[in-house]
């Protein structure tokens, strides 16, 4: 029953960014939908842009899939999926002394 649990709290950890994510992207398109029927309109001789609701929206954007993106990248990290330049720094490690009981040269 533990391991449901853990799962479940991993999707949710997941969903919820996924979700602000596509709030985001909404909250962008919205934005640009707005301003394009305003162009349209003659008779508004000046259209406003939403910039907040499109900031925000972006934000939202940005964070949800960085989190996702992050999340992906540190678990390929973690089972050894990713690129030789993307995988941790390990310390050399110190020569081994010889069987015969001399160190080695």
Do not use: C, T
Not at 4 to 25: D, E, M, T, W
Not at 43 to 50: D, G, I, S
Not at 67 to 79: A, E, L, M, S
């Amino acid at each position: 029953m533990k391991l449901v649990v853990s799962r479940l709290i991993a999707v949710l950890l997941l969903v919820i960014p996924g979700l602000a994510a596509a709030y985001g992207f909404l909250l962008m398109k919205d934005a640009l939908w707005d301003y394009f029927a305003q162009l349209g309109n003659v008779k508004l001789p000046n259209p406003e842009f939403a910039w907040l609701h499109f900031a925000l929206g972006f934000i939202l954007f940005l964070i949800g899939v960085g989190f996702i993106g992050g999340w992906i990248f540190f678990r390929d990290r973690k089972h050894n999926y990713v690129s030789s330049r993307f995988r941790a720094k390990r310390p050399p490690r110190p020569p081994r002394p010889q069987e015969n009981g001399k160190p080695s040269e």
